[in-house]
Every structure is written in structure tokens, then in C-alpha cells.
């Protein structure tokens, strides 16, 4: 089987696909790939390998060689999966690579925002230690993970993994319903409890028309002032200009964004056209550990695996 890979510069150079060329007859890799290309990439190819390349039903259609569609992502918003089942073209994602690497992200920025490690080692570079009268110098204040609630929305084995490292801090953690829920299953709260009660909020819920735009005026409003926001799912997910007016109107304290609405983000983005002191952007990197991207190639591999052996497949279709 021929297999393509539509976008694999969103993997590091120093990811092994050895694990894939082994299934196939042959593994052909564009560092990305436009709309417009699409077609003429896939047409002999029996295996499309996609991160980030829309695949829509127009392009489907056009190529009756697809047998399968490996999405190099948990998230599956960008083939067209009803095409897909019509056309009898089995689609399948990945999942549980990145916990480790989600979690650690997490808590590297919740940590550096509450222990503000950056400030404090350049007081120690500006000299302001050397030349304080007394043994420690302050600069800004140091705040505790302990005793403080966190707030999960979305727990799949993401938010399973950054609860696990909240307990260790000793965190109280609440585990949203989903909004609108008309009941609340064992170990959870209602997620109108979860926005007003908790001191930090972090999204791990996919991206469907339910949840777009679901962190919106009105929710931002309902969250304390001391709130910090943390989204490392997908960024269509927060009403990008409600979360601008409530940062500059220190409706709630801070954000950390790893994920925007567009990817890559336009030189105008909203976002970065605004240097606020109280939101941090970082470029979809939360789940790029080295050994999460090489677990999500090596999943994909059993992927193909499975379906070239005729075993039961995790279809999306």
C-alpha cells in the first residue's frame, strides 16, 4: 500500500517514521500541503496520513484509491467523516500520547506564573540582591498550587494526567459536567459551579459545535477576577475578543494559550496584536515532548497495522 503524509513539518525533524515505512510499500512526505495540492498528491495513494490538512468531501470524492485516513491528532475536525463513511473510507485518530507532555506544560506555566521564577532570577541578574541590606530580596509575591481549585473541563486521559500532578500539589479539583448537562454524573460538578469556584480553569475538551465559543462573555464574567485560564486544546474553543476585553478589564487575571482559533495565527491576530502583561501564547507546543511525538507515530503505525491485517480498527466512520 502506498501511504502519504500531507504535513509532516508538524512533527520534529528528529522523529523516527521508520515505524510506518515498515507497513507500507511506500512512504511519500510533503512538508505541508494547500488545498489546491491535495488531489493531485493523493490520487494514487491508498493511505492518507494527515495532522492539519482539511480533507473535505469535494477532495474525497475525487480520489476512489483512499482506503484510509491515519489523522496524526486526537482531534478529527478537519476530515469531513461523513464523506468518509459514504464512501467507505475508514478514518482513524490517535489519542493518549500526550498526557504527560499536556500535563507538564500545564504546570511549567502555572508554576512559573505563581512562582514567578523568571522575575526573580532577573532581580538576581539586575544585581538587585548584591545590593539589598538583607538576605532575600522579595521583588513580586510567591503564591502557593496548595489549597488553591482547579478546574477540569474535559477529562479524557489529558485531563486525567494534569489532575494526577494537582493531587500531588495538593490542589482541590473539580471536574466539570458538560455545560447545559441536564444531570451530573458521579464525581463531577455542574460546569456553572466549575467556572465561578475555580481559582484556574484548563480546557481538554474537544472541539464540536457545542463547544465553540463556549468560553465566551458570559462565562468569562462568572469567573472569579483572580482566575487564570489555561487552554491547551483547541483554541475555538474561547471567544478570542471576549477573552480580550475580560483580560484588559482584569475580569479575570490571566490567560495561558497554547492554541488559537487560526493556525498559524495572522501577523493581526487580535491576540498578538496586543502586548497584555497577563496572557501568554505559546504555539501549539504542549503536546510536542519528543516522546510523545514519537508514541503518536508508533500509535499510528498499529493503526495501519491493524487495518492492512483486517483487524477491528478504532473508526472515526
Not at 444531570?183 to 475555580?198: C, D, K, L, P, Y
Amino acid at each position: 500500500m502506498r501511504a502519504v503524509f500531507l504535513d509532516e513539518q508538524t512533527f520534529s525533524s528528529t522523529i523516527d517514521f521508520s515505524v510506518i515505512e515498515q507497513q507500507v510499500s511506500q512512504l511519500v512526505c510533503y512538508a505541508n500541503t494547500s488545498p489546491n495540492e491535495v488531489i493531485k498528491r493523493c490520487l494514487d495513494a491508498d493511505i492518507i496520513i494527515t495532522n492539519k490538512v482539511q480533507l473535505t468531501a469535494e477532495m474525497l470524492s475525487a480520489l476512489p484509491n483512499v482506503k484510509l485516513i491515519c489523522i496524526s491528532a486526537t482531534g478529527y475536525n478537519n476530515v469531513d467523516i461523513e464523506a468518509a463513511r459514504h464512501l467507505d473510507i475508514a478514518v482513524t485518530n490517535v489519542s493518549g500520547y500526550a498526557g504527560q507532555s499536556v500535563a507538564q506544560y500545564v504546570f511549567a506555566q502555572l508554576l512559573e506564573y505563581y512562582q514567578q521564577t523568571s522575575h526573580h532570577n532577573s532581580n538576581t541578574e539586575q544585581g538587585l540582591w548584591s545590593r539589598n541590606d538583607t538576605f532575600c530580596y522579595h521583588g513580586n509575591s510567591i503564591s502557593e498550587l496548595a489549597g488553591k481549585t482547579l478546574g477540569i473541563i474535559g477529562y479524557g486521559s489529558l485531563g486525567k494526567a494534569v489532575v494526577d500532578i494537582a493531587q500531588a500539589f495538593n490542589m482541590k479539583v473539580l471536574i466539570s459536567e458538560r455545560p447545559q448537562a441536564s444531570t451530573i454524573r458521579a464525581e463531577r460538578v455542574s460546569f456553572e459551579q466549575v467556572i465561578e469556584e475555580a481559582d484556574i480553569i484548563s480546557l481538554h475538551c474537544p472541539q464540536t459545535p457545542e463547544t465553540e465559543n463556549f468560553i465566551n462573555e458570559s462565562v468569562l464574567a462568572r469567573m472569579k477576577n483572580t482566575a487564570v485560564l489555561v487552554n491547551t486544546a483547541r483554541g475555538a474553543l474561547i471567544d478570542e475578543p471576549a477573552l480580550l476585553d475580560a483580560l484588559k478589564t482584569k475580569e479575570i487575571a490571566y490567560a495561558i494559550l497554547d492554541v488559537l482559533s487560526q493556525e498559524p495565527p495572522p501577523a493581526d491576530h487580535i491576540l498578538l496584536n496586543n502586548k497584555l502583561s497577563n496572557l501568554k501564547i505559546t504555539a501549539h507546543i504542549a503536546w510536542a515532548s519528543s516522546e510523545a511525538q514519537q508514541r503518536l507515530i508508533d500509535l499510528l503505525s498499529q493503526n495501519i497495522i491493524a487495518f492492512t491485517q483486517g483487524e477491528q480498527l478504532n473508526r472515526l466512520t
